[in-house]
């Protein structure tokens, strides 16, 4: 008697049922997420949406920086393009950014944690770039910033709170991630460590310029007050940040061989100026770099 063939290739073996259920379960799971907009690429496209928001600039008639002026802080493209040799892209014009890497954060009405600060080379006015110059007492409002005098850098941002520019010593535990220098970050509270001061770009002619008007647009040094090391641009050192890649900041003071800090140290208030015709760079899409430049 012949051998009953039992199996041919309509005939489907093992867990085929709940592979199918699990499939349909993905397949749901997908969509729902889709309608109500939990994706990851959907909160990525938020966040650059929200955080890519304009936000105009003050504008000075007298050419001085303010207490309660929205500005950006830009630190101008290295000079010396051979001076750094580890460098394979010179570093190009950055400002100062708050480092928003969490798509979730959108979730919830105001940032309620630390945040990081990175230098983004988007050169635009956003809620990212955008900050006001505060007294220390909470008012003064419109009174000329002078050299040598505390102030705090908050956003103003719609959804990136009430956050201060702060840093610390350099501890074992609490440092630049990639730098190791002292850490730069954005904090909810106030205190003696988001207090920063401004100094004239000539170490020679501080003591003259001290407690003068500062001057928008043009460079300056920005020294922490608790620490006295100054607010840097770490060349050598990028993050990978949902708006592309960012320089490291850091407050850590660059020395050249005159004992004068290095161009990295040099930043600039930005402002609009009356009659100018400037308009904002738009903000771009998601980028699509490659990071293999990146340290």
Request: net charge negative; charged share 25%; aromatic share 8%.
């Amino acid at each position: 008697m012949a051998a009953l063939r039992t199996y041919n290739p309509s005939v489907r073996i093992g867990n085929w049922n709940e592979d199918i259920q699990l499939e349909e379960d993905t397949l749901k799971n997908f969509l729902e997420k889709r309608a109500k907009g939990e994706l990851l690429i959907q909160k990525t496209h938020n966040l650059h949406a929200a955080m890519g928001k304009q936000l105009p600039l003050s504008v000075t008639q007298d050419f001085a920086v303010h207490f309660g002026d929205h500005v950006m802080i830009k630190c101008a493209a290295a000079q010396d393009q051979t001076k750094y040799f580890r460098d394979v892209n010179p570093r190009k014009d950055c400002v100062l950014a708050l480092n928003v890497s969490d798509p979730n954060v959108l979730l919830e009405k105001n940032l309620s944690g630390p945040a990081g600060a990175t230098g983004c080379m988007n050169i635009s006015p956003n809620q990212r770039t955008v900050f006001r110059i505060e007294h220390p007492s909470g008012g003064f409002k419109g009174t000329k910033l002078t050299y040598g005098h505390p102030f705090y850098l908050v956003t103003v941002g719609e959804n990136t709170g009430k956050m201060y520019l702060s840093s610390d010593k350099v501890t074992f535990n609490k440092c630049a991630s990639k730098s190791r220098h002292q850490e730069v970050s954005f904090v909810p509270e106030p205190s003696f460590l988001t207090q920063w001061r401004v100094e004239h770009r000539n170490p020679l002619l501080r003591m003259e310029y001290e407690y003068e008007p500062v001057e928008a647009n043009q460079e300056l040094i920005f020294v922490h007050c608790k620490t006295n090391q100054c607010l840097a641009v770490e060349q050598d050192f990028r993050h990978r940040t949902p708006f592309g890649g960012e320089y490291e900041i850091s407050a850590h003071t660059f020395l050249d061989s005159h004992k004068a800090e290095e161009d990295r140290n040099h930043f600039m208030i930005v402002e609009g100026v009356p009659g100018s015709s400037v308009e904002p760079v738009p903000e771009q899409g998601p980028p699509n770099s490659d990071f293999s430049t990146c340290p």
